[in-house]
């Protein structure tokens, strides 16, 4: 059984770090994509960031979040989202998900993404 376990949300003042991290088990996700994906009260679930396999795998950014945000991966069964000066607008449940089979074309959307955490909380005061 494929298990996403995110962990490292909580309360920040804005222009505040924060680390959040994202253990898998139960299969090794090697060389598919994985993602951070993050969903405020009364809003869609928006794409984060996404890295395509473990070993200096490509990247992506929504707009909102480059130059600010970093997503790496240090194996095949762990993924971060280093988050740097954090604004009240991120605040939201933040899901880790990674795809089972290879979709290039849908990296950016959470209906191409086969398994999900149970999501962080992510609060940025200001």
């Known amino acids: 059984q494929v298990q996403l376990v995110e962990s490292g949300g909580g309360l920040v003042q804005a222009g505040g770090s924060l680390r959040l991290s994202c253990a898998a088990s139960g299969r090794t996700f090697n060389s598919w994509t994985m993602g951070w994906f993050r969903q405020a009260p009364g809003k869609e679930r928006e794409f984060v960031a996404a890295i395509v396999g473990w070993d200096n795998g490509s990247t992506y950014y929504a707009d909102s979040v480059k130059g600010r945000f970093s997503i790496f991966r240090n194996n095949a069964e762990n993924m971060y989202l280093q988050m740097n000066s954090l604004k009240s607008e991120d605040t939201a449940v933040y899901y880790c998900?990674?795809?089972?089979?290879?979709?290039?074309?849908?990296?950016?959307?959470?209906?191409?993404?086969?398994?999900w955490g149970q999501g962080t909380q992510v609060t940025v005061s200001s």
């Open positions: 998900a990674a795809q089972g089979a290879a979709r290039p074309l849908m990296r950016t959307q959470a209906r191409g993404y086969d398994y």
